[in-house]
Antibody, heavy 119, light 108 residues
Framework: EVQLVESGGGLFQPGGSLRLSCAASGFTFSNDYMHWVRQAPAKGLLWVSGINGDASGTYYADSVKGRFTISRDNAKNTLYLQVNSLRVEDTAVYYC????????????WGQGILVTVSS | ETVLTQSPGTLSLSPGEGATLSCRASQSVNSRYLGWYQQKPGQAPRLLIYSTSSRAAGIPDRFSGSGSGTDFTLTISRLEREDSAVYYCQQYGSRQYTFGQGTKLEIK
């Protein structure tokens, strides 16, 4: 059974940094692209970033380039998202999601982790 | 960036009826890279349809997808109360992924 479990959320101050983690199990992690998608309160879904299986390629939404860094540790089956220079508008539930190969879709999602940025 | 516009914003239907949800793209989308998701309150999204018309694992055949180019449709037949949710379309192109703003489906 595929499982994705996010951690690292909480309350953060504007200008600060955070690192989210997503622990994966139930599939061959190193074979699959992985992504982060966020959802601001009562808003829609926004793809944030993606990374290929061997971490040689990373992709970002234009709105987060320069502040967000995606990475992975295939030995630990874990996906990461580093966010710097936090803004109030980064407040959202952050989901990690597994890519469904050759479809551009996300077939498994974590339960999500809430990040609140507030002074 | 390809913008996806979903319509209607809200749909209110009765059990047993059929629903047609639309997703229009600002530029042509490769049909291999168009998907649909269902999201219920407090839950993560669930993949329903990928590659325009293929059902994801465990999705009942009441859900079907169609379309090409810039116009795509999610059809839900024989609505059940459990279908009450927000539905999102999503596309991939040029190393960017975008979602539509969602259609809220209410079951009366």
């Amino acid at each position: 059974e595929v499982q994705l479990v996010e951690s690292g959320g909480g309350l953060f101050q504007p200008g600060g940094s955070l690192r989210l983690s997503c622990a994966a199990s139930g599939f061959t992690f190193s074979n699959d692209y992985m992504h982060w998608v966020r959802q601001a309160p009562a808003k829609g879904l926004l793809w944030v970033s993606g990374i290929n299986g061997d971490a040689s390629g990373t992709y970002y939404a234009d709105s987060v380039k320069g502040r967000f860094t995606i990475s992975r540790d295939n030995a630990k089956n874990t996906l990461y998202l580093q966010v710097n220079s936090l803004r109030v508008e980064d407040t959202a539930v952050y989901y990690c999601a597994k890519d469904k190969a050759d479809s551009g879709s996300f077939d498994y999602w974590g339960q999500g982790i809430l990040v609140t940025v507030s002074s | 960036e390809t913008v996806l516009t979903q319509s209607p914003g809200t749909l209110s239907l009765s059990p047993g009826e059929g629903a047609t949800l639309s997703c229009r793209a600002s530029q042509s989308v490769n049909s291999r890279y168009l998907g649909w998701y269902q999201q219920k309150p407090g839950q993560a999204p669930r993949l329903l349809i990928y590659s325009t018309s293929s059902r994801a694992a465990g999705i009942p055949d009441r859900f079907s997808g169609s379309g090409s180019g810039t116009d795509f449709t999610l059809t839900i037949s024989r609505l059940e109360r459990e279908d009450s949710a927000v539905y999102y379309c999503q596309q991939y192109g040029s190393r960017q992924y975008t979602f539509g703003q969602g259609t809220k489906l209410e079951i009366k």
